[in-house]
């Protein structure tokens, strides 16, 4: 089993930031993909960012040019920093665990995001 454990989520003016964080603990396999995905009141969950253990990246067109993913592979984290945030973006973001060889997937608890217009 994996636990993630997310931080940073928070209430933020629009053209804010905000920085998240996700921590991974126990069995982790590599490689994975970890990344980011966030799901606003009535709407799927959708995907905001992921980046492989090689460092291969992928956003949303949503989001692109204003959000950031990195990871720090000796600690185990992903980090998202979030730039020019607009009131859609409020949403409960998820942190994203994928093994990508065994195709095991884990997920954290969510943390939420709140941009006020």
């Known amino acids: 089993q994996v636990q993630l454990a997310e931080s940073g989520g928070g209430l933020v003016q629009a053209g804010g930031s905000l920085r998240l964080s996700c921590t991974a603990s126990?069995?982790?396999?590599?490689?994975?993909?970890m990344g980011w995905y966030r799901q606003a009141p009535g709407k799927q969950r959708e995907l905001v960012a992921t980046?492989?253990?090689?460092?291969?990246?992928n956003y949303a067109d949503s989001v692109k040019g204003r959000c950031t993913i990195s990871r720090d592979n000796a600690k185990n984290t992903v980090y998202l920093q979030m730039n020019s945030l607009k009131p859609e973006d409020t949403a409960v973001y998820y942190c994203?665990?994928?093994?990508?060889?065994?195709?095991?997937?884990?997920w954290g608890q969510g943390t939420q995001v709140t941009v006020s217009s």
């Open positions: 994203n665990n994928i093994a990508t060889t065994l195709g095991y997937t884990y």
């Open positions: 126990g069995n982790i396999f590599t490689p994975n993909r």
């Open positions: 980046i492989t253990t090689g460092g291969n990246t």
